[in-house]
């Protein structure tokens, strides 16, 4: 059982590239989540999905898509990386919104320069 | 609309002492409260967390913290600080009815001095 897992671990990209950061949860989770994590900034939700097919904006949506084509995997799109998008990002999962415990994967460092 | 101000963005303790962590809420509706640890280049873990049962909750690890209605307050405690309890702790906020997110505070810095 991995729990949440990320791909890559770092990236640099560079002003105008695109990239998509991966993730998948092999816990049978309905609830998937994208969070970046500024310094200082806590966790600002970006987009999240409450199963296959549906998905939904946080409160940083802008610069980003998601798609959840499966329960297993939940995929951030950048398109067209710009410098405020250097952060820190996690995937997180849950059972439901009622089981109130997000599991985290262990995050991707991104840097846009 | 819910919200959490962690008071303290940095709080150093010697090992062996007590730890306090200070959390303040608002929100509108009956709220469900968590606390979250995150060790260097880790994602976030739950410590633990307060649903409108107990007000005196116990986590992992020792960590304790006791849900204020009257003073909006959720801090968290331990006895003992011990050196691996060094890392970033996060108080949390969801309300507690309808598909709503969590909400983060901006977390508060724990360094344990030998």
């Known amino acids: 059982n991995a729990g949440v897992t990320q791909t890559p671990k770092f990236r640099i990209l560079k002003i105008g590239q695109s990239m998509t950061l991966q993730c998948a949860q092999d816990?049978?989770?309905?609830?998937m989540y994208w969070y970046r994590q500024d310094p200082g900034m806590g966790l600002k939700l970006i987009y999240y999905?409450?199963?296959?097919?549906?998905?939904d904006k946080g409160e940083v949506p802008n610069g980003y898509n998601v798609s959840r084509s499966t329960t297993e995997d939940f995929p951030l799109r950048l398109e067209l990386a710009a410098p405020s998008q250097t952060s820190v990002y996690f995937c997180?999962?849950?059972?439901?919104?009622?089981?109130?415990?997000?599991?985290f994967g262990p995050g991707t460092r991104l840097t846009v320069l | 609309a819910q919200s959490v101000t962690q008071l303290d963005s940095h709080v150093s303790v010697s090992e062996g002492t007590p730890v306090l962590l200070r959390c303040n809420y608002s929100?509108?509706?009956?709220?469900?409260l968590f606390w979250y640890v995150q060790h260097p280049n880790k994602g976030l873990q739950l410590l633990l967390k307060?649903?409108?049962?107990?007000?005196l909750v116990k986590g992992i690890n020792g960590f304790e913290a006791e849900f204020k209605k009257s003073e909006t307050s959720f801090h968290l405690t331990k006895p003992s600080a011990h050196m691996s309890d060094a890392a970033e702790y996060f108080c949390?906020?969801?309300?507690?009815?309808?598909?709503?997110?969590?909400?983060f505070g901006k977390g508060t810095r724990l360094s344990v001095i030998a």
């Open positions: 997180a999962s849950s059972y439901s919104i009622a089981s109130n415990e997000q599991f």
């Open positions: 929100s509108s509706y009956s709220p469900s």
């Open positions: 816990m049978n989770h309905n609830y």
């Open positions: 949390v906020v969801r309300r507690n009815s309808g598909n709503t997110p969590l909400v």
């Open positions: 307060y649903t409108s049962a107990a007000t």
């Open positions: 999905s409450v199963g296959a097919g549906i998905t």
